[in-house]
């Protein structure tokens, strides 16, 4: 008699949160000029620091990270990999056709890391800023 072995796979494991790429936050590269070569977001554990809105219902929140060109030395590493904020995403989504821009090879930039004050908070936020612009 044949026995007929299974298996079963659970497709739970291929819904879990993949491993964040090594990034470092954003304002690690201050002042740098950048070329970014990819944009993605990954889901992953919230830090101490998640805003409580940004955490979804699975108790994960959305990293948004970028690649550059250039690597960087921060922290005794070679990093290329960074985590941007949402006014930094709000820039790449402007520009059109971004994703199948960068899906091409081709990259967004020269672009320098920097700060601009909020006229409606006068917080200060994390930004890119282009040849020509002010701080740039």
């Not at 497709?11 to 950048?34: F, R, S």
């Not at 994703?99 to 081709?106: F, H, I, P, R, V």
Request: hydrophobic letters at 30%; proline letters at 6%.
């Amino acid at each position: 008699m044949n026995e007929m072995k299974q298996t079963q796979i659970n497709l739970g494991d291929y819904n879990k949160p993949q491993e964040q790429t090594k990034a470092v936050g954003i304002g690690k590269i201050l002042d740098k000029i950048i070329n970014i070569k990819d944009f993605k977001t990954n889901r992953g554990k919230p830090s101490p620091y998640t805003p409580k809105e940004f955490i979804g219902a699975d108790g994960m929140t959305d990293y948004n990270v970028i690649d550059t060109v250039e690597t960087f030395d921060v922290q005794n590493q070679k990093v290329s990999s960074f985590f941007v904020t949402p006014a930094i995403v709000k820039q790449i989504q402007r520009v059109p056709n971004y994703k199948s821009e960068l899906n091409a090879g081709k990259v967004f930039g020269p672009c320098k890391i920097g700060q601009k004050i909020s006229a409606k908070t006068s917080a200060k936020y994390w930004c890119l800023l282009f040849p020509g612009e002010e701080g740039y």
